[in-house]
């Protein structure tokens, strides 16, 4: 087990290293960097326009050139495109993310400052998903090829087909701007800091109904149906049988027995789905409902071209996808002895 996991460490490494240099290696080659941003914006508007990247840029036309070097040093970009690629993996290694070019502050303080957005509406989608998800999976299964098994099977089908981010189009359009039961924007009210401590819980509840709601009904579409399968394929092993034989209540041959071995490929998807929870879906729900978290930086540093968030963040979230991998993989072993790495 140790030699697994040390061989998984790594190979982490040269995985790291490759989503950072082809992403490094495509952002060289998008038009408006940084520089461009910096002098689209003295012109004011001026009719400056991009035909690509570096020196072809119409903006820096008529900048003195003295100037021009000086820009260029301020971002960095006056090194090559190697030296400086080298040197953000130095920083890396050291966990140090870099500072924004425009928001003039670090990357993982920008990190630490978002995240707890990400983190609420991240929890929220995990726990409302496999509340609901799991005892649905095994209503579905106990009563496999009913009607209710048909109605429910054809509902979360429907409810997993329509994306995230049109369903929340659709809750806003209806639920905040026709009926105006909730609010269009944000987590909290503008006056949060003059409320209650009740009225901030039911405030922050009232703000991140449909963001949450969202990103819910698309999202235990497939926890409910392997619930349903696994619970399918060990109602049918000889184990069941031979409880039943012996004259077992059907409960507990379902809940003592069967929920037991069932939820094997639940639970060690648990660290996955928690962390993806966090940000998968994140950035659309982020910037439709204007919640200041992870997914939204991330949009307005691309938008913006700050590369330092942009491959801090990108970074950030690889490495913590790669140790969920790897936890994901260790909880087979913790939760069924009879699976061996070896």
Request: hydrophobic residues 50%; aromatic residues 14%.
């Amino acid at each position: 087990m140790l030699a697994y996991i040390l061989k998984r460490l790594l190979l982490m490494v040269p995985t790291l290293f490759g989503v950072l240099l082809l992403t490094f290696a495509v952002v060289q080659f998008v038009p408006g960097g940084p520089v461009e941003q910096y002098l689209a914006e003295a012109k004011a508007g001026g009719g400056a326009s991009a035909e690509g990247g570096g020196l072809s840029y119409r903006g820096a036309q008529g900048v003195d050139p003295k100037r021009l070097e000086q820009i260029k040093a301020l971002y960095g970009f006056d090194k090559p495109a190697h030296e400086r690629f080298f040197q953000m993996l130095g920083q890396f290694a050291r966990f140090d993310l870099g500072r924004s070019f425009f928001q003039n502050k670090d990357v993982s303080q920008l990190l630490w400052e978002k995240l707890p957005v990400s983190i609420s509406l991240g929890l929220w989608t995990f726990f409302i998903s496999y509340l609901i998800a799991v005892p649905l999976g095994v209503a579905k299964a106990v009563r496999a090829g009913s009607r209710f098994d048909f109605v429910t099977t054809l509902l979360v089908l429907v409810g997993y087909a329509i994306p995230g981010f049109v369903l929340g189009v659709a809750l806003l359009v209806i639920f905040g701007g026709q009926l105006q039961w909730f609010p269009l924007r944000g987590l909290t009210s503008s006056n949060w800091d003059e409320l209650s401590w009740g009225a901030r819980v039911v405030d922050y509840l009232w703000h991140i109904a449909l963001p949450v709601t969202a990103m819910v009904l698309g999202s235990f579409a497939v926890t409910t149906m392997l619930t349903k399968n696994a619970f399918l394929e060990e109602i049918r092993k000889q184990y069941v049988v031979t409880a039943r034989a012996k004259g077992l209540d059907e409960r507990q041959v379902l809940w003592k027995h069967v929920f037991r071995n069932a939820l094997i490929p639940i639970i060690t998807g648990f660290p996955a789905a928690f962390i993806g929870a966090f940000f998968t879906g994140s950035l659309l729900i982020e910037t439709l409902f204007s919640l200041d978290g992870l997914g939204l930086l991330s949009y307005e540093s691309v938008i913006r071209r700050d590369y330092p968030v942009v491959l801090g963040t990108l970074y950030f979230f690889t490495l913590i996808g790669l140790v969920t991998k790897l936890i994901s993989d260790l909880c087979y072993v913790w939760v069924d002895p009879r699976v061996k790495f070896d």
